[in-house]
C-alpha cells in the first residue's frame, strides 16, 4: 500500500513538472512575420543561382532566410479556388480562415468578420506593426488591420487604420486616399492624423519622429504609390530594410514584446510581368529586410520569433526552358545599367523581359498566382512548430502559441 502511495505520490510530482513546465516553456516576445508576396521557392532558387553566379560558380548562394534551421510547407488555396489571390492568402494568414478571391476578412457568407492575429496581440499587450512595399491599404497588409468584401474598396479599408491602435504603420503610402474618385471629403491621410498618428515621409523625417507613441511611415508626402521597385531604385527611396529598421525602433519600446508584419509586396508585381531580373532584385532586398530583423534575434535569441513564408506563387516560374543551357549573366547586365534608363526602358517593355527570360533560360506559365503550396521558414522560439507540412491557416495560429496568445 505504501509503495502504491508513493508511486502515485511520484506520478503526481512528475504531472506537475510537466505541466509546470509546458507553462514555463519559453514564449516568442518578439515575432517578425515576413511574407514574400508570391514568393515560391523557384524565385528564391533564381536569386540563390544568380548570388552564385556571380562568384563564378554554379551553384545557389543560402540567402540569410534559407539558412534558418526550421523549414516547412503551406497550402495556399482559398475557400473558392486553388488558386489564391492576396486578400485570401491575407486573410488566411492573418486569422486562420479561408475565404474567397477578392475578399478580405469576411467569411465565406460574405458577412461574418474575421479577426486578425494582429488585433488578438495587440490585446493582449503587445506592440503591432502593419508593414509591406505596396501602399499600406493593399491586399497583403489590409489583411491585418481591415474588413471588407471586396479588397479594391482602399478608401473603406484605409478608414479602419486610426481606430486599430496599432503602433507602426509602414508602406509606400495610400491608394485612394480621397477615393475611388477622388470626391471624399476627407482623406485617409487627415483622417490618420486625426486619429492620433505622426505621419513621416520617408526614413530621415521618420528619424526625426521616431519618438511619436503611433507612427505611419510612408515614402513622400501623400504619396498613393508602391515603394520604388529595388532593381534601379533612386538613391534616398524608402526601403523595406528601412521600414524593419525603423518599426523595430518604435515597437520594441513596449516591456512586454511585439509583433511585426512585413510584407515583400513587389516580388508578386515583378513576377506578374515575369520580369525575372526585377524578381531577383526584389527576393535581394525582402532577404536584406529579414537580415534586419536576423540581426535583432542575434541580440535576443531566447526571446524572439522569425517566420518567413509566402501567401502563394506568382508565374510559375523554372529554372530551365528547352534543355540544359541555364545562364544568369544577363542579369549582370541589366544591374550594371541600373543607373540609367536603360532599367526602366527593360522594365517597361515586354520584349526585353521575353529576350532576358530566353537569355537565361527560365520559363513562365502565366502572367497570374499558381496554386501550389509555398515554403515556410522559421528560426527561433517557436520555431519547430513550423517544420510540417501544413495549410496556411495554421500559421497564424501557431504564432499566437508561440507567444502564449489566445488564439
Ligand atoms: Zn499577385
Keep these: 500500500m ?3 502511495l508513493r508511486i502515485t505520490a511520484a506520478a503526481a510530482l512528475l504531472l506537475m513538472a510537466v505541466s509546470c513546465g509546458r507553462q514555463d516553456a519559453p514564449k516568442a516576445k518578439y515575432v517578425f512575420y515576413f511574407i514574400g508576396d508570391g514568393m515560391g521557392s523557384t524565385h528564391v532558387a533564381a536569386a540563390e543561382a544568380y548570388l552564385a553566379q556571380e562568384r563564378g560558380v554554379i551553384g545557389m548562394d543560402p540567402l540569410c532566410f534559407t539558412q534558418f534551421p526550421v523549414m516547412g510547407e503551406a497550402t495556399s488555396f482559398s475557400a473558392n479556388s486553388i488558386i489564391t489571390d492576396s486578400s485570401a492568402a491575407g486573410t488566411a494568414l492573418s486569422t486562420g480562415e479561408k475565404t474567397k478571391n477578392g475578399m478580405l476578412c469576411i467569411a465565406p457568407d460574405s458577412t461574418t468578420l474575421l479577426k486578425s492575429i494582429a488585433y488578438k496581440i495587440h490585446e493582449a499587450g503587445y506592440s503591432v506593426g502593419v508593414t509591406s512595399t505596396t501602399p499600406i491599404n493593399h491586399a497583403t497588409p489590409a489583411a491585418f488591420f481591415g474588413h471588407n468584401i471586396k479588397r479594391g474598396n482602399y478608401y473603406e479599408i484605409g478608414k479602419e487604420i486610426p481606430s486599430t491602435g496599432f503602433e ?11 477615393g475611388k474618385d477622388k470626391d471624399q ?15 513621416a515621409y520617408g526614413y530621415e523625417d521618420f528619424k526625426a519622429k521616431k519618438e511619436a507613441d503611433r507612427i505611419v511611415l510612408v515614402q513622400a508626402e501623400d504619396s498613393e504609390e508602391i515603394c520604388p521597385y529595388a532593381l534601379g531604385r533612386p538613391e534616398g527611396a524608402l526601403t523595406l530594410p528601412q521600414i524593419v529598421e525603423a518599426a523595430i525602433s518604435v515597437l520594441e519600446r513596449n516591456p512586454k514584446g511585439f509583433f511585426m508584419m512585413a510584407e515583400g509586396g513587389l516580388i508578386d508585381w515583378t513576377a506578374h510581368s515575369q520580369d525575372l531580373a526585377g524578381t531577383i532584385f526584389e527576393i535581394l532586398d525582402f532577404d536584406q529586410a529579414i537580415a534586419v530583423a536576423n540581426a535583432f534575434y542575434e541580440r535576443h535569441p531566447k526571446e524572439t520569433l522569425i517566420v518567413v513564408t509566402a501567401d502563394h506563387e506568382t508565374g510559375g516560374i523554372a529554372l530551365g526552358r528547352k534543355g540544359y543551357n541555364f545562364d544568369l549573366t544577363v542579369i549582370d547586365k541589366i544591374k550594371n545599367a541600373s543607373a ?27 502572367t497570374s498566382h499558381c496554386g501550389g503550396p509555398v515554403p515556410v521558414w522559421a528560426k527561433g522560439v517557436g520555431s519547430e512548430l513550423f517544420a510540417a ?14 507567444m502564449g496568445v489566445q488564439f
Aim: aromatic content about 10%.
Design 185 to 199: 471629403p476627407v482623406s485617409l491621410y487627415d483622417m490618420i492624423a486625426e486619429g492620433g498618428y505622426t505621419l
Design 168 to 178: 507602426f504603420f509602414a508602406g509606400g503610402g495610400l491608394y485612394h486616399p480621397k
Design 389 to 402: 507540412r501544413q495549410d496556411n491557416t495554421d500559421i497564424p495560429k501557431k504564432i499566437c502559441a508561440a
Design 2 to 4: 505504501k509503495k502504491i
Design 340 to 366: 540609367s534608363t536603360d532599367v526602366e526602358q527593360y522594365m517597361n517593355d515586354p520584349k526585353s523581359i521575353d529576350s532576358v527570360n530566353e537569355e537565361a533560360r527560365i520559363g513562365w506559365t502565366t
